[in-house]
Protein backbone atom coordinates (compact mmCIF):
# COMPACT_ATOMS: atom_id res chain seq x y z
CA UNK A 1 0.00 0.00 0.00
CA UNK A 2 2.80 2.30 0.00
CA UNK A 3 5.12 3.15 -3.22
CA UNK A 4 8.02 1.46 -2.56
CA UNK A 5 10.10 3.58 -4.94
CA UNK A 6 13.28 5.10 -3.13
CA UNK A 7 12.99 8.82 -2.46
CA UNK A 8 14.24 11.55 -0.80
CA UNK A 9 13.62 15.08 -1.98
CA UNK A 10 15.88 18.37 -2.66
CA UNK A 11 15.22 19.80 0.86
CA UNK A 12 15.70 17.03 2.75
CA UNK A 13 18.97 16.55 1.15
CA UNK A 14 19.90 20.26 1.99
CA UNK A 15 19.48 19.44 5.29
CA UNK A 16 21.95 16.21 5.69
CA UNK A 17 24.44 18.36 3.73
CA UNK A 18 24.14 20.99 6.28
CA UNK A 19 22.89 23.97 4.28
CA UNK A 20 20.10 25.71 5.73
CA UNK A 21 16.36 24.55 6.50
CA UNK A 22 14.09 24.77 3.46
CA UNK A 23 10.74 27.35 3.62
CA UNK A 24 7.41 26.57 3.89
CA UNK A 25 6.70 26.64 0.27
CA UNK A 26 9.85 25.26 -0.72
CA UNK A 27 8.42 21.93 0.92
CA UNK A 28 5.04 22.24 -0.23
CA UNK A 29 6.64 22.20 -3.54
CA UNK A 30 9.15 19.25 -3.14
CA UNK A 31 5.51 16.97 -1.35
CA UNK A 32 3.72 17.63 -4.58
CA UNK A 33 6.62 16.82 -7.17
CA UNK A 34 6.98 13.60 -5.44
CA UNK A 35 3.39 12.78 -5.74
CA UNK A 36 4.32 11.90 -9.89
CA UNK A 37 1.75 9.55 -11.64
CA UNK A 38 3.71 6.69 -11.54
CA UNK A 39 4.65 6.91 -7.78
CA UNK A 40 0.89 7.30 -7.46
CA UNK A 41 0.14 4.25 -9.84
CA UNK A 42 2.40 2.02 -8.12
CA UNK A 43 0.93 3.20 -4.64
CA UNK A 44 -2.54 1.92 -5.55
CA UNK A 45 -1.57 -1.00 -7.36
CA UNK A 46 0.11 -2.55 -4.16
CA UNK A 47 -3.20 -1.29 -2.18
CA UNK A 48 -5.32 -3.31 -4.62
CA UNK A 49 -2.94 -6.18 -4.71
CA UNK A 50 -3.93 -6.09 -0.59
CA UNK A 51 -7.03 -6.22 -1.15
CA UNK A 52 -7.08 -9.17 -2.97
CA UNK A 53 -4.63 -11.01 -1.14
CA UNK A 54 -7.83 -10.26 2.03
CA UNK A 55 -10.90 -10.35 0.09
CA UNK A 56 -10.95 -14.21 0.53
CA UNK A 57 -11.29 -13.84 4.42
CA UNK A 58 -13.84 -11.06 4.13
CA UNK A 59 -17.86 -11.22 3.66
CA UNK A 60 -17.19 -7.24 2.31
CA UNK A 61 -17.45 -7.39 -1.38
CA UNK A 62 -14.30 -7.00 -3.14
CA UNK A 63 -15.43 -3.53 -5.19
CA UNK A 64 -15.67 -2.37 -1.45
CA UNK A 65 -12.18 -3.69 0.36
CA UNK A 66 -11.14 -2.73 -2.84
CA UNK A 67 -12.74 0.97 -1.91
CA UNK A 68 -11.16 0.83 1.86
CA UNK A 69 -7.28 -0.41 0.90
CA UNK A 70 -6.83 2.76 -1.92
CA UNK A 71 -8.09 5.28 0.34
CA UNK A 72 -5.68 3.72 3.19
CA UNK A 73 -2.39 3.61 0.73
CA UNK A 74 -3.08 6.89 -0.91
CA UNK A 75 -2.92 8.49 2.92
CA UNK A 76 0.13 6.36 3.69
CA UNK A 77 1.70 7.35 0.97
CA UNK A 78 1.59 11.13 1.63
CA UNK A 79 2.56 10.58 4.84
CA UNK A 80 5.42 9.19 4.06
CA UNK A 81 6.13 11.72 1.82
CA UNK A 82 4.91 14.67 4.15
CA UNK A 83 7.50 13.28 6.68
CA UNK A 84 10.22 13.33 4.20
CA UNK A 85 9.40 16.81 3.31
CA UNK A 86 9.54 18.03 7.52
CA UNK A 87 10.16 21.38 7.43
CA UNK A 88 11.18 21.60 11.21
CA UNK A 89 14.96 20.87 12.77
CA UNK A 90 14.68 17.59 14.26
CA UNK A 91 15.92 16.49 17.42
CA UNK A 92 19.95 15.08 17.19
CA UNK A 93 18.52 11.35 18.17
CA UNK A 94 15.52 11.21 15.73
CA UNK A 95 16.73 10.21 12.43
CA UNK A 96 15.08 11.29 9.29
CA UNK A 97 14.13 7.69 8.36
CA UNK A 98 13.22 6.66 11.79
CA UNK A 99 10.55 9.19 11.58
CA UNK A 100 8.92 7.99 7.93
CA UNK A 101 9.09 4.97 8.87
CA UNK A 102 7.27 5.71 12.34
CA UNK A 103 4.64 8.00 10.15
CA UNK A 104 3.96 5.33 8.06
CA UNK A 105 3.33 2.76 10.94
CA UNK A 106 0.70 5.42 12.41
CA UNK A 107 -0.85 6.30 9.24
CA UNK A 108 -1.92 2.83 8.44
CA UNK A 109 -4.27 2.29 11.43
CA UNK A 110 -5.06 6.06 11.37
CA UNK A 111 -6.36 5.55 7.92
CA UNK A 112 -8.41 2.66 8.86
CA UNK A 113 -10.18 3.92 11.63
CA UNK A 114 -11.25 7.01 9.67
CA UNK A 115 -12.24 4.50 6.22
CA UNK A 116 -14.51 3.04 8.88
CA UNK A 117 -15.74 5.92 10.51
CA UNK A 118 -16.46 7.35 7.10
CA UNK A 119 -18.39 4.26 6.29
CA UNK A 120 -20.54 3.99 9.48
CA UNK A 121 -21.22 7.80 8.93
CA UNK A 122 -18.85 8.66 12.07
CA UNK A 123 -20.97 6.27 14.58
CA UNK A 124 -18.20 5.24 16.89
CA UNK A 125 -20.73 3.24 19.04
CA UNK A 126 -22.06 1.54 15.65
CA UNK A 127 -18.30 0.44 14.67
CA UNK A 128 -17.64 -1.11 18.35
CA UNK A 129 -21.31 -3.17 18.44
CA UNK A 130 -20.13 -5.05 14.68
CA UNK A 131 -18.13 -7.75 15.20
CA UNK A 132 -17.45 -8.04 11.09
CA UNK A 133 -16.43 -4.49 10.66
CA UNK A 134 -13.75 -4.81 14.18
CA UNK A 135 -12.53 -7.79 12.64
CA UNK A 136 -11.70 -6.21 9.18
CA UNK A 137 -10.08 -2.95 11.10
CA UNK A 138 -8.05 -5.49 12.62
CA UNK A 139 -7.28 -7.53 9.39
CA UNK A 140 -6.68 -4.26 7.47
CA UNK A 141 -4.66 -2.32 9.96
CA UNK A 142 -2.44 -5.50 11.23
CA UNK A 143 -1.70 -6.12 7.43
CA UNK A 144 -0.91 -2.38 6.54
CA UNK A 145 1.35 -2.46 10.10
CA UNK A 146 3.15 -5.37 9.43
CA UNK A 147 4.03 -4.60 5.65
CA UNK A 148 4.18 -0.65 5.38
CA UNK A 149 7.00 -0.18 7.43
CA UNK A 150 8.91 -2.51 5.91
CA UNK A 151 7.99 -1.10 2.17
CA UNK A 152 9.26 2.17 3.73
CA UNK A 153 11.93 0.39 5.03
CA UNK A 154 13.34 -1.07 2.08
CA UNK A 155 12.21 2.16 -0.02
CA UNK A 156 14.49 4.15 2.14
CA UNK A 157 17.74 1.76 2.10
CA UNK A 158 17.45 1.71 -1.65
CA UNK A 159 17.56 5.65 -1.88
CA UNK A 160 20.49 5.45 0.27
CA UNK A 161 22.50 2.73 -1.94
CA UNK A 162 21.17 4.59 -4.90
CA UNK A 163 22.17 8.18 -3.28
CA UNK A 164 25.59 6.80 -2.33
CA UNK A 165 26.17 5.46 -6.25
CA UNK A 166 25.30 8.48 -7.39
CA UNK A 167 27.71 10.45 -4.95
CA UNK A 168 30.45 8.22 -5.63
CA UNK A 169 29.90 8.51 -9.05
CA UNK A 170 29.82 12.59 -8.54
CA UNK A 171 33.04 12.48 -6.88
CA UNK A 172 34.79 10.09 -9.76
CA UNK A 173 33.11 12.59 -12.39
CA UNK A 174 34.87 15.52 -10.36
CA UNK A 175 38.19 13.72 -9.51
CA UNK A 176 38.52 13.12 -13.67
CA UNK A 177 37.53 16.53 -14.74
CA UNK A 178 40.63 17.79 -12.14
CA UNK A 179 42.99 15.27 -13.35
CA UNK A 180 42.28 17.09 -16.86
CA UNK A 181 42.87 20.19 -15.93
CA UNK A 182 46.00 19.56 -14.08
CA UNK A 183 47.43 17.11 -17.44
CA UNK A 184 46.41 19.66 -19.97
CA UNK A 185 48.07 22.80 -17.34
CA UNK A 186 51.02 20.50 -17.27
CA UNK A 187 50.92 19.81 -21.14
CA UNK A 188 50.82 24.08 -21.70
CA UNK A 189 54.03 24.46 -19.35
CA UNK A 190 55.62 22.19 -20.92
CA UNK A 191 55.09 23.26 -24.44
CA UNK A 192 55.75 26.76 -23.00
CA UNK A 193 59.47 25.81 -21.97
CA UNK A 194 59.72 23.88 -25.23
CA UNK A 195 58.68 27.19 -27.51
CA UNK A 196 61.58 29.29 -26.38
CA UNK A 197 64.16 26.60 -26.40
CA UNK A 198 63.37 26.11 -29.71
CA UNK A 199 63.47 29.70 -31.40
CA UNK A 200 66.70 30.43 -28.88
CA UNK A 201 68.17 27.58 -30.71
CA UNK A 202 66.92 29.41 -33.99
CA UNK A 203 68.03 32.82 -33.78
CA UNK A 204 71.58 31.53 -32.48
CA UNK A 205 71.69 30.13 -35.80
CA UNK A 206 71.19 33.15 -36.94
CA UNK A 207 73.14 35.28 -35.37
CA UNK A 208 76.03 33.06 -36.35
CA UNK A 209 75.62 33.78 -39.67
CA UNK A 210 75.36 37.56 -39.08
CA UNK A 211 78.42 37.58 -37.32
CA UNK A 212 80.83 35.35 -39.98
CA UNK A 213 79.21 37.68 -42.46
CA UNK A 214 77.63 34.89 -44.30
CA UNK A 215 75.83 36.18 -47.27
CA UNK A 216 73.27 33.71 -46.07
CA UNK A 217 72.26 35.39 -42.96
CA UNK A 218 69.54 37.60 -44.95
CA UNK A 219 67.60 34.82 -46.50
CA UNK A 220 68.19 32.53 -43.83
CA UNK A 221 66.47 35.85 -41.73
CA UNK A 222 63.71 35.99 -43.84
CA UNK A 223 62.84 32.70 -43.68
CA UNK A 224 62.57 32.26 -40.34
CA UNK A 225 60.43 35.44 -40.54
CA UNK A 226 57.93 33.47 -42.74
CA UNK A 227 58.46 30.49 -40.86
CA UNK A 228 57.48 31.77 -37.41
CA UNK A 229 54.46 33.99 -39.12
CA UNK A 230 53.41 30.38 -40.30
CA UNK A 231 54.31 27.97 -36.85
CA UNK A 232 53.13 30.82 -34.10
CA UNK A 233 49.42 30.41 -34.66
CA UNK A 234 49.80 26.55 -34.63
CA UNK A 235 51.93 26.13 -31.15
CA UNK A 236 48.99 26.51 -29.01
CA UNK A 237 46.65 24.44 -31.65
CA UNK A 238 45.50 21.12 -29.44
CA UNK A 239 44.08 19.45 -32.66
CA UNK A 240 46.97 19.42 -34.31
CA UNK A 241 47.67 16.85 -36.95
CA UNK A 242 50.70 14.82 -38.02
CA UNK A 243 50.19 16.70 -41.24
CA UNK A 244 50.94 20.12 -39.34
CA UNK A 245 53.28 18.66 -37.57
CA UNK A 246 55.12 18.27 -40.80
CA UNK A 247 54.07 21.30 -42.40
CA UNK A 248 56.49 22.83 -39.44
CA UNK A 249 59.04 20.35 -39.86
CA UNK A 250 59.40 20.91 -43.48
CA UNK A 251 59.49 24.96 -43.26
CA UNK A 252 62.12 24.48 -40.51
CA UNK A 253 64.18 21.88 -42.36
CA UNK A 254 63.97 24.44 -45.11
CA UNK A 255 64.92 26.92 -43.34
CA UNK A 256 68.66 25.06 -42.06
CA UNK A 257 69.43 24.05 -45.30
CA UNK A 258 69.70 27.67 -46.29
CA UNK A 259 72.25 27.87 -43.29
CA UNK A 260 74.19 25.21 -44.37
CA UNK A 261 73.07 23.85 -48.20
CA UNK A 262 76.62 21.87 -48.50
CA UNK A 263 75.38 19.65 -45.32
CA UNK A 264 71.77 19.13 -44.92
CA UNK A 265 69.58 16.85 -46.96
CA UNK A 266 66.51 15.72 -45.73
CA UNK A 267 63.54 12.84 -46.58
CA UNK A 268 59.63 12.94 -45.51
CA UNK A 269 57.96 9.75 -46.11
CA UNK A 270 54.64 9.60 -44.28
CA UNK A 271 51.79 8.20 -45.84
CA UNK A 272 49.00 10.76 -46.70
CA UNK A 273 46.03 8.45 -44.68
CA UNK A 274 48.34 9.00 -41.75
CA UNK A 275 48.56 12.62 -41.91
CA UNK A 276 45.49 12.97 -40.30
CA UNK A 277 46.23 11.52 -37.23
CA UNK A 278 45.92 13.70 -34.12
CA UNK A 279 49.78 14.66 -32.97
CA UNK A 280 51.35 16.72 -30.22
CA UNK A 281 52.33 20.17 -31.18
CA UNK A 282 56.29 20.50 -31.82
CA UNK A 283 56.75 16.74 -30.62
CA UNK A 284 58.17 16.07 -34.14
CA UNK A 285 59.73 19.39 -34.39
CA UNK A 286 61.70 18.75 -31.45
CA UNK A 287 63.12 15.63 -32.75
CA UNK A 288 64.64 17.06 -35.91
CA UNK A 289 66.17 20.24 -34.04
CA UNK A 290 67.85 17.67 -31.82
CA UNK A 291 69.11 15.76 -34.84
CA UNK A 292 70.52 18.57 -36.59
CA UNK A 293 71.85 20.53 -33.13
CA UNK A 294 73.25 17.26 -31.85
CA UNK A 295 73.79 15.36 -35.37
CA UNK A 296 74.22 17.46 -38.32
CA UNK A 297 75.74 20.43 -36.73
CA UNK A 298 79.25 18.53 -35.15
CA UNK A 299 79.70 16.38 -37.86
CA UNK A 300 82.42 17.95 -40.60
CA UNK A 301 80.38 16.14 -43.71
CA UNK A 302 77.01 16.97 -42.22
CA UNK A 303 74.21 14.49 -43.41
CA UNK A 304 70.81 13.45 -43.89
CA UNK A 305 67.72 13.63 -42.47
CA UNK A 306 65.00 11.16 -42.60
CA UNK A 307 61.23 11.11 -41.24
CA UNK A 308 59.54 8.01 -41.41
CA UNK A 309 56.23 7.03 -40.12
CA UNK A 310 54.61 3.18 -40.58
CA UNK A 311 51.23 2.83 -39.68
CA UNK A 312 50.52 -0.02 -36.78
CA UNK A 313 50.03 -3.13 -37.82
CA UNK A 314 47.91 -5.78 -35.80
CA UNK A 315 48.57 -4.76 -31.93
CA UNK A 316 51.65 -2.71 -32.40
CA UNK A 317 51.99 0.66 -31.88
CA UNK A 318 52.65 3.39 -34.40
CA UNK A 319 56.04 4.48 -35.36
CA UNK A 320 57.60 8.13 -36.33
CA UNK A 321 60.84 8.17 -36.15
CA UNK A 322 63.48 10.89 -37.18
CA UNK A 323 66.42 9.17 -38.66
CA UNK A 324 69.89 11.40 -39.08
CA UNK A 325 73.73 10.66 -40.11
CA UNK A 326 75.73 12.83 -38.16
CA UNK A 327 77.97 12.10 -35.27
CA UNK A 328 75.60 9.73 -33.84
CA UNK A 329 74.57 7.97 -29.70
CA UNK A 330 76.46 10.84 -27.29
CA UNK A 331 76.53 10.79 -23.34
CA UNK A 332 75.04 13.78 -23.52
CA UNK A 333 72.22 13.07 -26.20
CA UNK A 334 68.52 12.29 -25.00
CA UNK A 335 68.83 14.12 -21.40
CA UNK A 336 67.94 17.72 -22.54
CA UNK A 337 65.12 19.47 -21.74
CA UNK A 338 63.75 19.24 -25.18
CA UNK A 339 63.80 15.55 -25.21
CA UNK A 340 62.82 15.12 -21.25
CA UNK A 341 59.66 17.26 -21.65
CA UNK A 342 59.08 15.29 -25.00
CA UNK A 343 58.97 12.12 -23.09
CA UNK A 344 56.19 13.64 -20.54
CA UNK A 345 54.28 14.88 -22.96
CA UNK A 346 53.83 11.81 -25.31
CA UNK A 347 52.36 10.04 -22.05
CA UNK A 348 50.29 12.89 -21.39
CA UNK A 349 48.92 12.86 -24.80
CA UNK A 350 48.71 9.09 -25.88
CA UNK A 351 48.86 7.55 -21.87
CA UNK A 352 51.60 5.36 -20.17
CA UNK A 353 52.47 3.47 -23.00
CA UNK A 354 53.76 6.29 -25.30
CA UNK A 355 57.67 6.35 -25.34
CA UNK A 356 60.48 7.62 -26.85
CA UNK A 357 63.68 5.44 -28.25
CA UNK A 358 66.74 6.23 -28.93
CA UNK A 359 69.17 4.15 -30.75
CA UNK A 360 72.57 4.19 -32.78
CA UNK A 361 72.16 4.08 -36.77
CA UNK A 362 75.34 2.52 -38.54
CA UNK A 363 77.32 3.24 -39.73
CA UNK A 364 77.12 6.30 -37.66
CA UNK A 365 74.27 8.74 -36.82
CA UNK A 366 71.26 8.74 -34.77
CA UNK A 367 67.22 6.99 -35.03
CA UNK A 368 64.89 8.83 -32.27
CA UNK A 369 61.67 7.02 -32.74
CA UNK A 370 58.31 7.87 -30.92
CA UNK A 371 55.98 4.62 -30.29
CA UNK A 372 52.62 4.78 -29.53
CA UNK A 373 48.59 3.84 -30.11
CA UNK A 374 46.73 6.62 -31.59
Known sequence: ????????????????????????????????????????????????????????IFVTPLPELLGRTLVIGLLALLAFSAAGQWPRRLPT??????????????????????????LVGGDIASLLQNPHRISGFIWIAG???????????????????????SQALSFELERSELERQALDA????????????????????????????????APVLRSLIAYLRAAMPRLQNEAATLGDELTLVRSYLELMH???????????????????LRFPPMALLTLV??????????????????????AAAGEAPMRVWVSDSGVGLRQSTGSGTGLRNLRERLKMFYG?????????????GLRAELLFFP
Do not use: C, K
Open 1 to 56: MLNVEPHVPPPMQARSSGASLPSHAQAWQGFVAYLTPMRLGLSLGLSALAALLLNP
Open 258 to 276: LRMPDRLNFRIEVPEPLRA
Open 289 to 310: ENAIRHGIDPSEEGGVIDIVAQ
Open 186 to 217: RLRLLQAQIEPHFLFNTLANVRALVETGSPQA
Open 352 to 364: SSARLDLTENSPH
Open 93 to 118: WLARWLLQVVVVGLSVPLATVLVYLV
Open 143 to 165: SGLMVGPLLAMGALYRHRDAEAR
